[in-house]
């Protein structure tokens, strides 16, 4: 990104320059540096450079894919002499028919909302993207990989997530978003899985009640209703007007 800005600075500076000197230099040094564009599919062909370049911009933001390359995420070459023309990169046919994909949904909108094409929202890069390459969201980044490499590697993969995003819109960190997954889990009678997410939730909200009692939910599962009772109170303590915490509770204690 910066390169890419310093080279914009750059080139308005040696316009500045090249008309300063415009009585003495042949015309042919007063072109600008960069080549024509010769391989745009998608848009169109006689686009302005400039126009293009704040797109291309866009796309890095969108994809957060400034320490992982930046242009040189989809572009061959290595900055500053990229090949831009170059189809050479997979991620760069992706991004074409990213494009294209974009268009069409946005064009579906009306239809599908009963909206004039003018009021419908716009489907951006970082309407999907939200900062990452690979837009998927936590719940499924964790599900996947605890299913791969198992939930202790899911764990540290969330402190180094939380770590790097947190603050962005590309994860959701919040506190419901791991009692969301627990009562998931639990639902899928991974309890096991559920309590290893919960805990870790309580590192961060350790007053959280829906946390207390989502771990409620997964001993529950696991038959083991002293710890299961102890998590319910837990919750009910933390939020008195936790009504289904306190049902749950009432009915463990009579079933005892
Ligand atoms: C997410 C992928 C992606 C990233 C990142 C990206 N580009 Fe592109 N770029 C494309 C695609 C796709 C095209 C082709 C558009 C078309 O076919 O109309 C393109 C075309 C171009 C072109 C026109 C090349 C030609 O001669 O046809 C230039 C110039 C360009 N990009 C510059 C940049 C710059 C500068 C950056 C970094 C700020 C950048 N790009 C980052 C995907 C990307
Ligand atoms: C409707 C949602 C959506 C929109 C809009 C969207 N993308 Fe994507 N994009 C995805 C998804 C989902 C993936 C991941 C596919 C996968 O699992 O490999 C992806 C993957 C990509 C990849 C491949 C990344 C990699 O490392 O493999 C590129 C490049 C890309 N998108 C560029 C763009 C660009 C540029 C735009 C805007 C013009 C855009 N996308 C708009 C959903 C979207």
């Given at each position: 990104?910066?390169?890419?800005?310093?080279?914009?600075?750059?080139?308005?500076?040696?316009l500045?320059?090249?008309s300063?000197?415009?009585?003495?230099?042949?015309?042919?040094?007063?072109?600008?540096?960069?080549?024509p564009?010769?391989?745009?599919?998608?848009?169109?062909?006689?686009?302005?450079?400039?126009?293009?370049?704040?797109?291309?911009?866009?796309?890095?933001?969108?994809?957060?894919?400034?320490?992982?390359?930046?242009?040189?995420?989809?572009?061959?070459?290595?900055?500053?002499?990229?090949?831009?023309?170059?189809?050479?990169?997979?991620t760069?046919i992706?991004?074409?028919?990213?494009?294209l994909?974009?268009?069409?949904?946005?064009?579906?909108l009306?239809?599908?909302?009963?909206?004039?094409?003018?009021?419908?929202?716009?489907?951006?890069?970082?309407?999907?993207?939200?900062?990452?390459?690979?837009?998927?969201?936590?719940?499924?980044?964790?599900?996947?990989?605890?299913?791969?490499?198992?939930?202790?590697?899911?764990i540290?993969?969330?402190?180094?997530?939380?770590?790097?995003?947190?603050?962005?819109?590309s994860?959701?960190?919040?506190?419901?978003?791991?009692?969301?997954?627990?009562?998931?889990?639990?639902?899928?009678?991974?309890?096991?899985?559920?309590?290893?997410?919960?805990?870790?939730?309580?590192?961060?909200?350790?007053?959280s009640?829906?946390?207390?009692?989502?771990?409620?939910?997964?001993?529950?599962?696991?038959?083991?209703?002293?710890?299961?009772?102890?998590?319910?109170?837990?919750?009910?303590?933390?939020?008195?007007?936790?009504?289904?915490?306190?049902?749950?509770?009432?009915?463990?204690?009579?079933?005892?």
């Amino acid at each position: 990104m910066t390169r890419v800005l310093s080279g914009v600075v750059a080139s308005s500076l040696f316009l500045v320059c090249a008309s300063g000197a415009l009585a003495q230099q042949p015309p042919a040094q007063q072109q600008p540096q960069a080549p024509p564009m010769t391989n745009l599919q998608v848009y169109p062909k006689d686009t302005p450079r400039p126009e293009i370049v704040t797109t291309m911009q866009g796309f890095v933001q969108a994809l957060g894919v400034q320490a992982s390359g930046g242009c040189g995420y989809c572009h061959e070459g290595q900055a500053p002499q990229f090949n831009f023309a170059s189809d050479a990169k997979p991620t760069k046919i992706v991004a074409r028919k990213m494009i294209l994909m974009a268009r069409e949904i946005t064009a579906k909108l009306p239809e599908v909302t009963s909206k004039p094409a003018a009021e419908v929202a716009r489907m951006r890069c970082a309407t999907c993207h939200r900062g990452v390459a690979i837009p998927k969201l936590l719940p499924d980044v964790l599900t996947d990989t605890a299913a791969k490499s198992g939930v202790a590697a899911a764990i540290e993969q969330y402190r180094a997530l939380r770590k790097q995003y947190y603050g962005a819109q590309s994860y959701d960190f919040s506190e419901p978003a791991l009692v969301a997954l627990g009562n998931q889990l639990s639902a899928a009678n991974k309890p096991d899985d559920a309590l290893a997410f919960l805990q870790l939730n309580t590192e961060f909200y350790p007053n959280s009640a829906p946390t207390y009692a989502a771990m409620g939910q997964a001993y529950t599962r696991k038959n083991d209703k002293d710890s299961a009772i102890k998590n319910l109170e837990k919750a009910v303590q933390l939020d008195p007007n936790n009504q289904q915490a306190k049902r749950q509770l009432e009915q463990l204690k009579s079933s005892k």
